[in-house]
């Protein structure tokens, strides 16, 4: 199943079909972190990808997450941006915001973005779902020699994209 509010062709649910064409077909549902379409305990995993840093509420999505996951099921962040340090979250945060706008983003996506401190973040999937760990990606050298050489320019840390994962307890 791919779930999305966004329709539209280029990058929600229109543009699952393009995957669906290619590779085995999967269903494509509408709805939003703060509903979806699902009841209890009927999925067996949940995979967010580039999506949880657009959750309205963070917590009523995981709460939300939580109640469709079967019992021992998987929950798996992908692509979202996570830092240690909060200023830097918030500065990136910011950015990126006045970039979604200056693209011609509505209000309603440009408000809701965030970056995420890994603490916070961690702490909040461990209370609704269970214990957090971090499956290993390793980018390659020269990604990472780019990113240090960015860092100290911008005077920030940059936002990291772990691939977190929990499971429900």
């Known amino acids: 199943l791919a779930v999305d509010i966004v329709r539209d062709s280029d990058i929600g649910l229109g543009a699952a079909a393009q995957y669906a064409r290619r590779g085995p077909f999967f269903e494509r549902v509408w709805g939003e972190s703060k509903s979806p379409p699902f009841r209890d305990s009927c999925i067996d995993a949940v995979i967010c990808n580039a999506s949880l840093h657009y959750a309205?509420?963070?917590i009523v999505a995981l709460r939300e997450i939580a109640r469709i996951i079967k019992?021992?099921?998987l929950f798996v962040i992908l692509n979202s941006p996570v830092h240690r340090d909060q200023r830097s979250a918030l500065r990136a945060q910011d950015d990126f915001r006045r970039r979604?706008?200056?693209l011609g983003a509505i209000d309603d996506v440009v408000s809701v973005y965030r970056h995420f401190t890994r603490a916070k973040l961690e702490d909040a999937v461990r209370s609704h779902i269970g214990p957090v760990?971090?499956?290993?990606?390793?980018p390659g050298k020269w990604?990472?020699?780019?990113?240090?050489?960015?860092?100290?320019?911008l005077h920030m840390e940059l936002?990291?994209?772990p691939v977190l994962y929990a499971r429900k307890t």
């Open 56 to 58: 309205v509420d963070l």
């Open 71 to 73: 019992p021992g099921g």
């Open 100 to 102: 979604l706008s200056r």
């Open 133 to 138: 760990d971090e499956a290993p990606f390793f």
């Open 143 to 153: 990604f990472l020699l780019l990113r240090r050489a960015k860092q100290f320019v």
């Open 159 to 161: 936002a990291s994209f």
